[in-house]
C-alpha cells in the first residue's frame, strides 16, 4: 500500500513526507484504504499539523500502524 510513500518504518508507525496535491484523507486512504481514518494520522502529528486542512509539502508526519 505505501508504494507511493517516501516511508521510514518503525514498530508503531510510518513517517511520510507530505507531497505537493496530498491531503490528510489522501494519505489515509492510501494507508488504511480508508479516508476518515485521517483522524487518526491528525492526533498522531499534533505536534506538527495545528489545522488539518493545512499540510504542507516536505512535512514529516507519523502514520500509525494497524489501523
Excluded: M
Excluded at 5 to 21: A, L, R
Aim: hydrophobic share 35%; charged share 30%; aromatic share 12%.
Amino acid at each position: 500500500k505505501y508504494d507511493e510513500f517516501h516511508i521510514v518504518n518503525s514498530k508503531c508507525s510510518v513517517i511520510y513526507v507530505i507531497q505537493k496535491g496530498d491531503s490528510l484523507w489522501k494519505i489515509a486512504e492510501k494507508a488504511y484504504g480508508n479516508g476518515a481514518k485521517y483522524t487518526a494520522i491528525f492526533e498522531a502529528n499534533r505536534e506538527v499539523i495545528k489545522d488539518a486542512d493545512k499540510i504542507f509539502p516536505g512535512q514529516k508526519i507519523r502514520i500509525p500502524k494497524g489501523l
